[in-house]
């Protein structure tokens, strides 16, 4: 099993923490908040990883290396320009996996991701995004999913989210097939270019969780990981 992260974010919302560091790299409990996600990775028994960095990359990749200290087989794909969630993908596109789990590089899901690929394969979709069920509205972020009976992905709004069902959770997994999909060149990004076509075509199925997620996108969400981690 391999898991790919999204690490190439600038993470303005951050700053002044993020101008001299990248986002994951941002220091959660102690530690580079990427680590928290390496180490439940490793702890599930997945340990082939691919890190997508981008702003400041060299910091990740000369902190975790080739990943044997947690345990882990780490490779990297730097953007060499700002890609986009998408094009960081595609760019990468000859290491991965026939089917992968990708993790934003800002986001914390304790779940089990081998039920998440499992699902994945044991279906005919493209895609899969792991969704929560935010009735508590527990986590800041407003729904952006709407999902229907038969478990398929039916709206996705990234700006302008309306009244829907759930809030994507910051994992998904891809067959992958869906890179070929992705716009050959320049910035691209999954949920406005990508997960509209997989909509479309009824092949983005969703997993429901009632695990709320964690992430570290502002300072207030900072904080609460950093409380959760810290106990």
Request: with cysteine; net charge negative.
């Amino acid at each position: 099993m391999q898991a790919v992260i999204l690490a190439g974010g600038l993470g303005t919302r951050l700053w002044p923490l993020t101008r001299t560091v990248p986002k994951p790299m941002v220091p959660v409990a102690g530690v580079p908040y990427l680590e928290h996600q390496l180490r439940l990775l490793a702890k599930q028994g997945i340990r082939s990883i691919l890190i997508l960095t981008g702003y400041l990359g060299e910091q990740i990749e000369e902190y975790f290396g080739d990943g044997s200290k947690l345990g882990l087989a780490i490779g990297y794909s730097r953007e060499q320009a700002p890609a986009g969630t998408g094009g960081a993908l595609r760019d990468a596109c000859e290491k991965l996996a026939e089917t992968v789990l990708v993790i934003y590089g800002d986001s914390y899901l304790p779940v089990d991701y081998t039920a998440t690929l499992a699902m994945l394969e044991g279906s005919s979709a493209a895609g899969l995004l792991v969704v929560y069920d935010n009735r508590l509205s527990d986590t800041s972020v407003k729904n952006n999913v709407d999902v229907d009976a038969s478990g398929y992905v039916t709206r996705y709004e990234k700006d302008s989210p309306g009244p829907l069902g759930y809030v994507e959770a910051g994992v998904l997994a891809f067959r992958r097939e869906v890179v070929s999909m992705i716009a050959p060149e320049g910035l691209v990004s999954l949920e406005k270019e990508t997960f509209p076509r997989l909509i479309a075509s009824r092949r983005l199925i969703a997993q429901i969780t009632t695990q709320r997620f964690y992430d570290i996108g502002t300072p207030d969400r900072l904080k609460a990981i950093e409380e959760f981690l810290a106990a």
